[in-house]
């Protein structure tokens, strides 16, 4: 059975690629949402995003500003966190700005909502925790800490390899596999997801931590060159350049779209058995990056614009990880439903519509100097 509706939902980073969508369906479903976010320049460059929906109150401020904070939570009965610097690659280097809003924001946020009545806290965790993901050995035995060592020539394979040196086979990735933090990204995302279970359940919350796979849609920020692979190539495409993949392109993901993991949001929140537990979110299905850039020149009417590979990886890069949905579709009733081929189209028109400026170069660029691309 389901719960009464709570009426009053706090979504902290609420004006973002992922919180816009949840913020819709939940006013949708009836919820009466706030949304605390200070607009970072990164993701807004300082501008309230247009499709905000205006039925939402927002509070611009900042997750780690207690009065902002104690205004955001008055009379709200659940929270959605989301509010994150978001982006492996810059949180390398970045690092006291991503363990200062991700996890003192987090550290505030919890502080303040001790002693108010406030029934469950849904947070939004990360793949990322995993590091590599699940893998086997052609012989069938199961490896949870697949590690890549330096390639020893060119030609070598980019993927983590068995004692005998070949490569292990990659599997679905479900939530009891250990976590391997392999950036500060990842370590700032599962300290958010412990600081949620532990101090809900001391508090008498109910915790909830889903852990998004690579989320892909409308609204993603065009601009940031830091986060969201699909959004990063459509910047390319949009200004006539290529897509740049890293290693060989061969990679696998997971790609969920946005609208699917908003409905998994609003089970997170309404459903009695998601209490003090942790779920995958991701679409059951694993594509390659390379397929994914040749897919989304072909959706923007650019197959010319095929992905460059540089054959090179990003420190604390993974080489593969994509989503066993198993847990969420039996506790959450959670399936994805969104069609990959549709998704990639209507994003493809949504880009058309877009002015995008291109920063990847600058991004690498910025990675090659700290001596973190290999
Ligand atoms: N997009 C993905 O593929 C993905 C995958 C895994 C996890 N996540 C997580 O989902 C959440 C939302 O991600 P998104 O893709 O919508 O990113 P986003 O950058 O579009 O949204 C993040 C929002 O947080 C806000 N924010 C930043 N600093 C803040 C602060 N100090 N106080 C309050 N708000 C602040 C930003 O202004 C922005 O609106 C994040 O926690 C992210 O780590 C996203």
Redesign the pocket.
């Known amino acids: 059975m389901e719960v009464a509706r709570v009426e009053t939902v706090l979504i902290?980073?609420?004006?973002?690629?992922?919180?816009r969508h949840v913020t819709q369906l939940l006013l949708d479903n009836g919820y009466t949402v706030r949304i605390?976010?200070?607009?970072?320049e990164?993701?807004?460059q300082g501008q309230r995003p247009a499709d905000l929906p205006p039925a939402a109150e927002l509070i611009v401020?900042?997750?780690?500003d207690r009065s902002a904070l104690s205004r955001g939570l008055e009379k709200v009965d659940a929270v959605i966190?989301?509010?994150?610097?978001?982006g492996v690659g810059q949180s390398m280097y970045a690092v006291e700005r991503y363990v200062s809003?991700?996890d003192l924001?987090t550290a505030a946020l919890f502080e303040e909502m001790v002693g108010r009545n406030i029934r469950r806290v849904v947070?939004?965790?990360?793949?990322?925790i995993y590091g590599e993901g699940l893998y086997r050995t052609e012989g069938g035995d199961i490896v949870e800490n697949a590690v890549r060592r330096p390639r020893a020539c060119d030609d070598a394979s980019w993927d983590p390899l068995d004692e005998q040196g070949l490569p292990l086979i990659p599997m679905p990735t479900p939530e009891w596999k250990r976590p391997s933090l392999a950036s500060v990204?990842a370590l700032t995302?599962y300290v958010?997801e412990q600081l949620t279970l532990t101090l809900s359940a001391a508090y008498g919350m109910e915790g909830v931590a889903l852990?998004?796979?690579?989320?892909?849609g409308p609204g993603?920020?065009l601009s940031?060159p830091y986060?969201?692979v699909l959004a990063i190539f459509a910047s390319r495409l949009l200004n006539g350049q290529r897509p740049i993949v890293f290693e060989d392109g061969r990679q696998r993901r997971d790609f969920v779209h946005v609208s699917d993991v908003a409905r998994a949001f609003l089970a997170a929140l309404e459903k009695p058995s998601a209490a003090g537990q942790v779920f995958n979110v991701g679409s059951g299905e694993d594509r390659s990056i390379l397929e994914i850039g040749n897919s989304l020149a072909e959706a923007m009417g650019r197959p010319e614009l095929s992905p460059e590979t540089v054959g090179k990886a990003r420190i604390g890069d993974i080489r593969h990880c994509f989503c066993d949905v198993t847990k969420a579709r039996e506790v959450l009733g959670f399936k994805a439903s969104k069609d990959f081929g549709q998704g990639l189209s209507e994003l493809a028109r949504w880009v058309a519509r877009q002015t995008a400026h291109d920063r990847v170069e600058q991004a690498r660029r910025e990675l090659e100097q700290r001596g973190l691309v290999a």
Do not use: C, W
């Open positions: 902290t980073g609420g004006a973002g690629f992922i919180g605390l976010d200070p607009l970072i990164q993701v807004h401020g900042d997750v780690r966190h989301l509010a994150a610097e978001v809003v991700n924001g947070v939004a965790s990360s793949m990322s990204y995302k958010q852990r998004l796979f690579n989320v892909y993603q920020a940031n986060t969201g």
